[in-house]
T-cell receptor
Framework: AQKVTQAQTEISVVEKEDVTLDCVYETRDTTYYLFWYKQPPSGELVFLIR??????QNEISGRYSWNFQKSTSSFNFTITASQVVDSAVYFC????????????FGPGTRLSVLP | DGGITQSPKYLFRKEGQNVTLSCEQNLNHDAMYWYRQDPGQGLRLIYYSQIVNDFQKGDIAEGYSVSREKKESFPLTVTSAQKNPTAFYLCASSEQGSYNEQFFGPGTRLTVL
């Protein structure tokens, strides 16, 4: 069975602090994909990144970075020098290569960045 | 601009009434999805469609129905059989293949009075 755990329900930081959002996944498949989405207060989910199971390279995009470690089944997301606009709910998701719908979302982590 | 539109943004319904939520996309995506989100919770899949005139139940399909007569449209009907319909409903689309990222609409907040 596929499962995504985001143990941090809510996190509060002060602006300019770095913050890491944890994501731990479970899957028996050798080919799978991991995603991060951002849900700002407006409600619409915004796609941030997709990573396949064969690519363990870390990725950096501006203030965002992702650390994928198959050994610990984790795909953590770090925001450097956080800003108030980063306040949102962040979802980690997992899917595997198959016909059909296999997206599994984690419960989300609510990040509040205080000025 | 390519994207997904959902209407209305807010919807109020009396108990016992059916209501239809609209979802339209101009991204030329084959696959479309409906999710339900309750406060403080993640997304749960209601229905999905990989191709026109075909759709599959998700994890919580009871009390809901859908149709997919056109590629760009995937309306969701919340029937009176849905016991607790008050929630935030999100529509998404993607290229065919479960490994593709999904793109989401702005959502419809349904409240049953």
């Amino acid at each position: 069975a596929q499962k995504v755990t985001q143990a941090q329900t809510e996190i509060s930081v002060v602006e300019k602090e770095d913050v890491t959002l944890d994501c731990v996944y479970e899957t028996r498949d050798t080919t799978y994909y991991l995603f991060w989405y951002k849900q700002p207060p407006s409600g619409e989910l915004v796609f941030l990144i997709r990573r396949n199971s064969f690519d363990e390279q870390n990725e950096i995009s501006g203030r965002y970075s992702w650390n994928f470690q198959k050994s610990t089944s984790s795909f953590n997301f770090t925001i450097t020098a956080s800003q108030v606009v980063d306040s949102a709910v962040y979802f980690c998701a997992l899917t595997y290569f198959n016909y059909g719908q296999n997206f599994v979302f984690g419960p989300g982590t609510r990040l509040s960045v205080l000025p | 601009d390519g994207g997904i539109t959902q209407s209305p943004k807010y919807l109020f319904r009396k108990e016992g009434q059916n209501v239809t939520l609209s979802c339209e996309q101009n991204l030329n995506h084959d696959a479309m999805y409906w999710y339900r989100q309750d406060p403080g919770q993640g997304l749960r899949l209601i229905y999905y469609s990989q191709i026109v005139n075909d759709f599959q139940k998700g994890d919580i399909a009871e009390g809901y129905s859908v149709s997919r007569e056109k590629k760009e449209s995937f309306p969701l009907t919340v029937t009176s059989a849905q016991k607790n319909p008050t929630a935030f409903y999100l529509c998404a689309s993607s290229e065919q293949g479960s490994y593709n990222e999904q793109f989401f609409g702005p959502g419809t907040r349904l409240t049953v009075l």
